[in-house]
């Protein structure tokens, strides 16, 4: 794992597999299809609802955007933040709240998602679910490239 693209793609690759798997499973109230036609509302709204298999397509492809832009944004940050380079659980865990974080205050405000209230149950669920599949994982896979590099 020598190339930085090839760093980012498998830390993005994997976190957004994970967290999609972790959305299937634990939060279990949609199959695949309607989750999927869920993230791709953000930007299509109730219509991507009544659209067909392209709309859980455009929910997939947003999903990894998403994924590989943290970990392109990890990847980047990574040289200028010690504790990144010091302490890659710590650095994980933090970065898992970050995103969720993000996720909650800046895109999903911003996009077209319908959605309930926020209770503590979910915002602990995100987080954990966050932490363990995007935090700890693009953390991981950053920190390993550059101490290969070394």
């Known amino acids: 794992m020598k190339s930085s693209l090839k760093t980012i793609l498998l830390a993005g690759f994997t976190s957004g597999t994970l967290d999609i798997l972790a959305a299937i499973i634990l939060l279990g109230k949609m199959k695949p299809v309607p989750l999927l036609k869920y993230i791709a509302s953000g930007v299509f709204g109730r219509e991507a609802f009544t659209g067909g298999d392209e709309m859980a397509l455009f929910g997939l492809l947003f999903h990894y955007l ?7 944004a990890y990847f980047l940050l990574f040289p200028q933040i ?14 898992g709240m970050v995103v969720w974080a993000v996720m909650n205050l800046v895109v999903v405000p911003m996009s077209r998602v319908s959605r309930g209230p926020l209770t503590l149950e979910s ?15 693009i953390s991981f896979i950053v920190h390993r490239y550059y101490v290969l590099k070394r």
Do not use: M
């Not at 915002?123 to 994982?137: E, H, K, R, S």
């Open 82 to 95: 010690p504790l990144f380079r010091k302490h890659k659980l710590l650095s994980g865990l933090l970065y």
């Open 66 to 72: 998403i994924a590989f832009s943290f970990a392109i």
């Open 123 to 137: 915002a602990f669920l995100g987080i954990a679910i966050l932490v363990v599949c995007i935090g700890l994982p």
